[in-house]
């Protein structure tokens, strides 16, 4: 069995945001990705803040109505006076507006007044404020105010008040007139409408701020692998592949769900010819012949890397076995949608079928697949898993181990222990790094030899990341892979020149073009003229 790799796997997590510089590109894209997965909980946060806002307002809303009366005020003393003019007058005129200004308030809003008014208008209580000022200073100018919520009780207080004040008022300042020049009106309308439009519009956009803390939150919170360069930095694992995103076409007569390169998908089929070349290159490399695939959690594309990698080997020319040891989950029958009529691996370890029974042909001769089964296994024998595979390494060229989970099903680290290498599947965006970590160190404790991981499902562009290297060459958004509709290749892969339509990157990977300086597989006018110029090379020498 292979020891352990030189450098263990890495403990410590720095995050993507804290530890070192912001990277302002993969917030950005987390918090699109959170306004995608959360948009309908925000939409619900701020229709219920508007409802909740608008509902509050009207509930809460108390109609006032206002009635007002303007008057000026004279002493009789005063009005005699003013008949023969002089300084005098002038004089006692000022000394009275200003004795006025401040008496007037308080003979108004006195108790002795407002028992008056309660007496006059025969209730108990005043359901009202009374308000006086002056109109202009230094003058006899005043306006009484009377605010209620009832317009009629405003208007019949306002007059009882006018109708008072000159009897009350005498014992302070004398016998006093008033002369009214603004007579009092029986209010419409409250003069306190509310805005609901305005109220509403606040709680939508209280809403909306809350809505983007929300998706903030969900950006930082997000501690999984983003870019190639990630797996290498915080998980100190090579990448031996990457395989673009891809969606399969539903349709009723295939009830089939696992996305294969049988489906015409050039960039998906591609990446795993590549994939298959360095597979077994790793596996040539010490006489290795069983290779486990695993993640750390379902969701990960375990069965769809295992499927397709043993296919693409198949197609080589080379005899390739491919064994489902997903017993609870059945993932490549259930998705290729097979129904077992001999039983699987299941019903050998249980014995009730050889394994030549169990052994399904497919469309290629060299290439036989092995099915979960139909019983439930509970227990596996380890000694029946060594039979297996010793008949499986004496009569293939490859077999290739669809796994469980090796961080959620314990079984898992036991076929791994069997099989000569393992290959871990990483999703972009998907499990976080510490269950990554915890599950590459169950595979490490057992000694088992991971040869390297394969970066699944990755996606640039608008509502991705940005590639890293020579990989992260954009394809075309009509296959609904990564990048925009010409495609990208980053200045990080070498320099390109717009007007020939020509890129070449560190890695040797050259792509053309027929108008653009951009380029991918996904639009008409570029096509990929070579491939990895090394991979060219051992292609070469097999065939020569």
Not at 231 to 236: H, T
Not at 432 to 442: M, T
Not at 463 to 478: N, P, Q, R, W
Not at 512 to 529: A, E, M, N, R, T
Request: charged residues 20%.
């Amino acid at each position: 069995m292979a020891e352990k790799p030189e450098n263990e796997i890495k403990t410590e997590d720095t995050g993507l945001y804290f530890g070192d510089m912001i990277r302002l590109d993969v917030l950005l894209v987390d918090f699109f990705k959170g306004f995608r997965k959360l948009w309908l909980f925000a939409v619900l946060i701020t229709l219920s803040l508007s409802c909740l806002a608008f509902f509050n307002c009207k509930k809460s809303y108390v109609p006032k109505y206002v009635s007002q009366a303007s008057f000026s005020i004279s002493t009789v003393n005063s009005s005699q006076n003013s008949v023969s003019g002089g300084s005098f007058s002038s004089y006692y005129n000022s000394v009275l507006a200003q004795q006025l200004s401040k008496t007037f308030s308080y003979v108004i809003n006195s108790q002795t007044m407002r028992q008056i008014l309660m007496n006059e208008l025969g209730v108990n209580g005043l359901n009202s404020t009374i308000t006086a000022k002056n109109d202009v200073a230094s003058t006899p100018l005043f306006t009484i105010s009377v605010t209620s919520t009832s317009p009629q009780d405003a208007y019949n207080i306002l007059c009882a008040v006018i109708d008072n004040y000159p009897r009350l008022a005498q014992y302070v300042l004398g016998e006093t007139q008033m002369s009214v020049y603004s007579p009092a009106q029986l209010p419409q309308e409250p003069y306190n409408k509310p805005s609901y439009k305005s109220h509403v519009v606040i709680a939508a956009a209280v809403g909306v701020f809350v809505s983007c803390l929300m998706f903030l939150a969900y950006a930082l919170s997000r501690r999984t692998v983003k870019k190639r360069d990630d797996i290498k930095e915080k998980l100190n694992l090579k990448v031996i592949g990457e395989v673009p995103f891809a969606k399969i076409k539903r349709r009723s007569k295939h009830p089939a769900s696992l996305l294969t390169i049988s489906h015409k998908n050039a960039d998906f089929s591609e990446s795993f010819r590549l994939l298959g070349q360095r597979v077994q290159k790793c596996l040539d490399s010490d006489g290795s012949k069983i290779l486990a695939v695993t993640s750390a959690l379902h969701g990960e594309g375990i069965t769809t890397i295992a499927y397709n990698l043993a296919l693409s080997i198949a197609q080589s020319g080379k005899k390739v076995a491919l064994l489902d040891t997903d017993f609870d989950g059945q993932s490549i029958q259930n998705d290729l949608g097979v129904t077992l009529l001999n039983g699987g691996l299941s019903d050998y370890f249980s014995g009730e079928c050889t394994l030549s029974e169990i052994e399904s042909p497919t469309s290629l001769q060299n290439f036989k697949i092995y099915y979960a089964g139909t019983m439930p296994v509970k227990i596996i024998s380890h000694e029946m898993l060594i039979c297996l595979f010793e008949h499986l390494r004496e009569n293939y060229d490859y077999v290739i181990v669809d796994t469980p989970p090796c961080g959620a099903v314990s079984d898992s680290t036991r076929i791994i222990s069997l099989a000569d290498k393992t290959l871990f599947v990483i999703r972009q965006d998907g499990t976080s790094v510490g269950e990554i970590r915890r599950s590459l160190k169950y595979v490490y404790d057992i000694n088992a030899a991971v040869c390297g991981a394969v970066f699944n499902a990755v996606n640039v562009g608008l509502g991705g990341y940005s590639g890293s290297g020579c990989h992260s060459c954009a394809c075309g958004a009509k296959y609904g892979y990564y990048g925009s509709k010409y495609g990208h290749i980053r200045k990080k892969c070498g320099g390109y020149e717009r007007k020939h339509g020509y890129c070449k990157g560190k890695s040797n990977n050259v792509y053309s073009g027929k108008d653009y300086g951009y380029y991918g597989y996904g639009f008409s006018g570029g096509k990929h003229i070579t491939e990895n110029v090394t991979d060219k090379r051992e292609k070469e020498k097999s065939n020569g």
